[in-house]
């Protein structure tokens, strides 16, 4: 969804724009999602500037709009689905069980180098830049601040699981669009967990 740049000059603004939504998303998919859902209510134009709105894909927003029509259509075709209201306060957690369920085993956990995780069977890989799970050097992080960009420089999250889509092969393993979760809620899906 997100259009990666394809000219030097736009890398900068690219750059700014992901900073920008690294402060307002938690992870990847809560970012698609959103996106997603804005595009249906026509909002994208009033959030987003169009300098930003360079970067976010319509025709793919289009696509992923169409898709999810035509599923919600067969779902409710094959079994009514019953209109549920959950509290805000409960989303959070049922997006995260909603990523640790699809992703299962696609699963990594922090090690101590930044922006690196290690995967199952004692690979490792980086996050993409354009992610929002990555974490600027300090250098980038200190300049940022310095020109009122961010608001809290964060650490990278130790203790913490990720899971993600894909890996792509870069001359070494790049992990493609995650969400950070609770390393319990994969417990729920293993078939045998073993603690190290």
Do not use: W
């Not at 134009?45 to 025709?59: A, D, G, K, V, W």
């Not at 889509?165 to 809620?185: K, N």
């Amino acid at each position: 969804i997100l259009r990666m740049p394809r000219f030097d000059d736009e890398k900068e603004p690219f750059s700014d724009f992901i900073r920008f939504l690294r402060h307002q998303h938690e992870d990847d998919h809560g970012l698609l999602k959103m996106l997603v859902n804005l595009f249906q209510e026509h909002k994208l134009t009033s959030l987003y500037s169009s300098e930003q709105m360079r970067f976010i894909s319509i025709n793919t927003l289009k696509r992923v709009n169409r898709i999810r029509s035509s599923l919600e259509s067969q779902m409710r075709q094959y079994m009514p689905v019953p209109k549920v209201s959950i509290p805000s306060s409960k989303r959070e957690i049922i997006s995260k069980l909603l990523c640790s369920s699809a992703f299962y085993p696609d699963i990594a956990f922090k090690l101590n180098k930044r922006n690196h995780y290690l995967l199952p069977g004692a690979m490792s890989a980086e996050i993409q830049k354009e992610s929002l799970q990555y974490v600027e050097s300090l250098e980038s992080a200190l300049d940022a601040a310095a020109n009122g960009e961010v608001k809290s420089l964060e650490q990278p999250i130790s203790g913490k699981a990720l899971v993600f889509e894909e890996l792509f092969d870069a001359g070494h393993s790049m992990i493609v669009r995650s969400s950070v979760i609770d390393p319990l809620f994969s417990a729920l899906f293993a078939e045998n967990i073993q603690i190290l």
